[in-house]
C-alpha cells in the first residue's frame, strides 16, 4: 500500500532538495538527466530554455509513503524508480531518495517544472494526480502490496455500474424520471409540481436535489450528469420543443457495437417489467448473433481455437508492451546523454570565455561545478564529447521517437481489440451451458 501526496516548489528548490538528500534520512538515491548535487543549478538552466515558463512553479515535490513493515527500502526505492519512467516518461530531471527516519518507508521526488526534452511545463491538475495515483497502485499490485480501494466519488462506481446492470439503480430510476418530466412539461415550475406528485421531495439553494420516499438523503442532481443541474435542467425545458422538431438520424442495428448481452435470471428489472423483459430478450438474441457471426470472421469454430485467440492476443499485448518500455528507455538515456553534452559544450564555451579576473565570481563557481558535473555524467554514460556522437545521438532520437509512435498506434489497436475480446467472453458464458459441446458453429 503507498499514499501518493504531490505538491508545487515556488522558492525553496534549493533547501528542498537539501532535506532530501539529508544522509540521515535518505538510505537510496538516485537521478535522472542530473546530478543531485547541481540539480537546482541543472533545473534552472531547463526553465531559462523554457519560451512558456509562466508561472512560479520551479519543480514539483511527490512523496510515495508505504504502510509500515509491508516493504524494504530496496523494493520502495524500486517502485519509486518504476513509478517516474512511466509517469514522467523520461522527459523531466528528477531526484529520488528513499526515506528511513520515520515508522513507515517513503519515497521523496523532486522534478523539474519543465520538460528538457520538449520544453513544456508539467500540468499539474487532478487528472494527472489521479493518473500518478493509479500507477503508484498498478506498481504496488505488481509487487505484492496492498492498495488502498478508490474512493467512489468520481464517475459511476462499480457497485453503481453492477446495479444498473441489473436493474436496480435508484439513480439510474431518477435519470429516466426526470427525463420523462422533461419531455412531458413546458416550464420549470411545471417540472417541480410533476415532480412532487410523483413523490420526489425537492431542495433548492446552490444544488437542486431530490429525494424519494424511502431514501434517507436528498441526491444532487449535479450527482446524475452535467444535464441534471439546475440551469441544465431548464435549458433542456426551454429548447425541448427545438429539439423534438429534429428528425432522428436512423441507426442500422447492424453498425451498432457489440454489447453485453444481459443475464435474464439476475436482472430483477427484466424480472418485474414484461416489457424490459421482451426488450432484453431480443438485444440478447441480437448480440448473441453478432457474437457468432465475429468469431466465424475470424475463423474460430471451437472453444479451443478461442481459447488460442485469446492467448495469441495476451502474448502480443504483453510483447508490445514490453517493447515500448525497452524503447522508452532507450529514448530517456539517449535524451539524458544529449543534455549532458549540451550543458558540457555550454559550460566549456562560458568558462573558456570569462577573463581570470572574473573567474572567482559566484556565477563562474557555478558554471564550474555544472561543468564537472557533465564531464562526470558523460564519463558513466562512457561517453566522449564530439560533434559526431552529438549528431549520432540526434538520429538515435528520430529513430526511437517514429519507433515509439508505431508501437503506440499498435498497442492502441491491440487495447480495442482486448475490449471486444472481453465482451464476446462474456456472452460466450451466457451462450455455451455446461452440457453444450465444444464448438461455436450456428445451427
Not at 512558456?52 to 508505504?66: D, E, L
Not at 453503481?160 to 424520471?177: A, D, F, H, P, V
Not at 563562474?364 to 562512457?382: E, M, P, R
Request: glycine share 2%; charged share 30%; net charge positive.
Amino acid at each position: 500500500m503507498a499514499v501518493t501526496k504531490i505538491w508545487s516548489i515556488r522558492k525553496t528548490l534549493y533547501l528542498a532538495i537539501k532535506y532530501i538528500l539529508n544522509p540521515n534520512k535518505a538510505v537510496y538515491v538516485s537521478s535522472h538527466a542530473c546530478a543531485p548535487e547541481t540539480a537546482d543549478l541543472e533545473f534552472a538552466l531547463t526553465l531559462e530554455q523554457n519560451s512558456r515558463s509562466g508561472g512560479t512553479n520551479k519543480a514539483f515535490h511527490i512523496i510515495q509513503s508505504f504502510k509500515p513493515e509491508e516493504t524494504s527500502p530496496e523494493q520502495a526505492h524500486e517502485i519509486g524508480k518504476q513509478l517516474l519512467e512511466q509517469h514522467l516518461e523520461g522527459k523531466y530531471e528528477y531526484v529520488l531518495t528513499t526515506h528511513i527516519d520515520k515508522s513507515h518507508i517513503h519515497n521523496h521526488v523532486i522534478f523539474n517544472a519543465s520538460s528538457y526534452v520538449d520544453h513544456k511545463k508539467y500540468n499539474d491538475c487532478k487528472k494527472t494526480y489521479y493518473q500518478l495515483r493509479d500507477t503508484s497502485d498498478t506498481l504496488c499490485v505488481e509487487h505484492g502490496l496492498s492498495v488502498i480501494p478508490q474512493n467512489k466519488n468520481k464517475g459511476v462506481t462499480h457497485h453503481e455500474w453492477r446495479m444498473r446492470q441489473e436493474g436496480t439503480s435508484w439513480k439510474q430510476e431518477l435519470q429516466k424520471i426526470i427525463d420523462t418530466v422533461i419531455r412531458t412539461t413546458n416550464s420549470y415550475d411545471a417540472f417541480l409540481a410533476k415532480m412532487n406528485l410523483l413523490g420526489y421531495e425537492i431542495k433548492h439553494g446552490k444544488h437542486l436535489a431530490f429525494r424519494a420516499k424511502n431514501q434517507e438523503r436528498f441526491t444532487r442532481g449535479k450527482r446524475l450528469g452535467e444535464d441534471y443541474t439546475e440551469e441544465k435542467i431548464k435549458i433542456r425545458i426551454q429548447q425541448k420543443d427545438i429539439i423534438l422538431d429534429k428528425r432522428p438520424k436512423k441507426i442500422s442495428p447492424t453498425n451498432q457495437p457489440l454489447s453485453i448481452m444481459i443475464e435474464l435470471d439476475k436482472n430483477k428489472k427484466a424480472m418485474e417489467n414484461k416489457g424490459y423483459e421482451h426488450w432484453a430478450k431480443l438485444h440478447n438474441l441480437k448480440q448473441s448473433a453478432k457474437t457468432i457471426n465475429l468469431l466465424h470472421e475470424h475463423e474460430i469454430t471451437s472453444l479451443e481455437e478461442w481459447e488460442k485467440t485469446k492467448t495469441n492476443h495476451q502474448e502480443a499485448m504483453s510483447s508490445c508492451t514490453s517493447e515500448i518500455k525497452t524503447v522508452e528507455k532507450e529514448l530517456a538515456r539517449a535524451r539524458a546523454i544529449l543534455k549532458q553534452l549540451t550543458l558540457y559544450e555550454d559550460t566549456k564555451k562560458i568558462m573558456s570565455k570569462t577573463p581570470k579576473n572574473k573567474r572567482k565570481t559566484a556565477e563562474y563557481n557555478s558554471t564550474t561545478l555544472l561543468f564537472k558535473t557533465a564531464n562526470k555524467a558523460l564519463k558513466d554514460f562512457h561517453i566522449t564529447p564530439n560533434k559526431q556522437i552529438k549528431e549520432e545521438l540526434h538520429q538515435q532520437v528520430q529513430k526511437l521517437q517514429k519507433k515509439q509512435q508505431e508501437l503506440y498506434k499498435n498497442h492502441k489497436s491491440l487495447k480495442q481489440t482486448q475490449k471486444q475480446y472481453y465482451i464476446i467472453e462474456q456472452n460466450l458464458r451466457q451462450l455455451l451451458k455446461p452440457t453444450s459441446t465444444k464448438s461455436l458453429d450456428r445451427e
